[in-house]
Every structure is written in C-alpha cells, then in structure tokens.
Nanobody, 121 residues
Framework: QVQLVESGGGSVQAGGSLRLSCAASLDRYSSYCMGWFRQAPGKEREGVAR????????YYADSVKGRFTVSRDNAKKTLYLQMDSLKPEDTAMYYCAAGAYCFGWRGFTYWGQGAQVTVSS
C-alpha cells in the first residue's frame, strides 16, 4: 500500500521559514514525479512545486518562485519543500503527491494527508 506522509508543518511569523518533508513508501520511488500542492480555506487546490525523476528538473508556481525550493532524496524516498520568506497568503494545507507520469500539474495519483502551514502577519 502506497503511503505519503508529510511532516514539518506549523505556525510561523511572516518572513520566517519552514521545511516540509514527505516520506514515501513507493517502490521505484526515483522513477516518480513528485509534487507539492496546497489548499487554503475556501479556495481550490493549487500546484506549488514539482520535481521530475531523472535529472530532477523543477517547476514552481509564480506565487512561490524565488522563495520555495523543492528537492528529493531518492535514497531516503523523501521529498522536501524549503519555504523561505513566508507570507500570510502562504497559509494552507500542504499536500505531497506522486505520479508515474506528470503533465504539468496533472498526473499525480498518490496523495498524502496534508500538513498545515500557518503564517501570521
């Protein structure tokens, strides 16, 4: 059974930093496209960052570009999201996701339970 388990969420003041981790129980983890999504109350879920297999090419939503960094450790089967210069509008539930084939923000088939990030002004 595939499991994605997020950790590292919490509360921080604006301008602060947090690092999310996602531990995956995936066979052939290194072959998966991995991503971070978020959903704020009353809003639709949106893609935040994704990282491909192979060369590990990354993509970011414009709203987080230059502030967030996605990375992966294939040996540990773990995905990370380093979040710096956090803003109140970054407040949301953050989800880790995995997909065998990603097309933009589509193609993710496995999802974690989420980690809450709250940024106060």
């Amino acid at each position: 059974q595939v499991q994605l388990v997020e950790s590292g969420g919490g509360s921080v003041q604006a301008g602060g930093s947090l690092r999310l981790s996602c531990a995956a129980s995936l066979d052939r983890y290194s072959s998966y496209c991995m991503g971070w999504f978020r959903q704020a109350p009353g809003k639709e879920r949106e893609g935040v960052a994704r990282i491909y297999n192979g060369e590990g090419k990354t993509y970011y939503a414009d709203s987080v570009k230059g502030r967030f960094t996605v990375s992966r450790d294939n040996a540990k089967k773990t995905l990370y999201l380093q979040m710096d210069s956090l803003k109140p509008e970054d407040t949301a539930m953050y989800y880790c996701a995995a997909g065998a084939y990603c097309f933009g923000w589509r193609g993710f088939t496995y999802w974690g339970q989420g980690a809450q990030v709250t940024v106060s002004s």
